[in-house]
């Protein structure tokens, strides 16, 4: 089991970056891969990026590819999610988790952390 903690999360301003840190507790992080989800006032949640077990596999949403870089760090058991030129349309509760194989769906994930707001002003 693995319990998951979500930072980072502010206000900005369109076109500013922000950087979001997921931190896992238990000595078995390596063997989950990792996802960034968010979810919008009304919107089901959707995926944001995802991770291997090792890092070295990743996979992203059309509409934050080339903005989003998602990361982790295994020796600190924590992944991150750098996010730059941000949007109005980024504005959401973002969320991390993690499942045994990488995957697109939120049901596919066994552990959610309780979201971190952000929140992107125009």
């Not at 995926?47 to 291997?52: D, E, K, L, P, T």
Request: aromatic share 12%; hydrophobic share 30%; charged share 15%.
């Amino acid at each position: 089991q693995v319990q998951l903690e979500e930072s980072g999360g502010g206000l900005v301003q369109t076109g500013d970056s922000l950087r979001l840190s997921c931190a896992a507790s238990g000595r078995t992080f390596s063997s989950y891969a990792m996802g960034w989800f968010r979810q919008a006032p009304g919107q089901e949640r959707e995926f944001v990026a995802g991770i291997s077990r090792s890092g070295s596999s990743t996979d992203y949403a059309d509409s934050v590819k080339a903005r989003f870089t998602i990361s982790r760090d295994n020796a600190e058991n924590t992944v991150y999610l750098q996010m730059t030129s941000l949007n109005a349309e980024d504005t959401a509760v973002y969320y991390c988790a993690a499942g045994r194989n990488p995957a697109l769906h939120p049901y596919e994930y066994s552990y959610w952390g309780q979201g971190t707001q952000v929140t992107v002003s125009s």
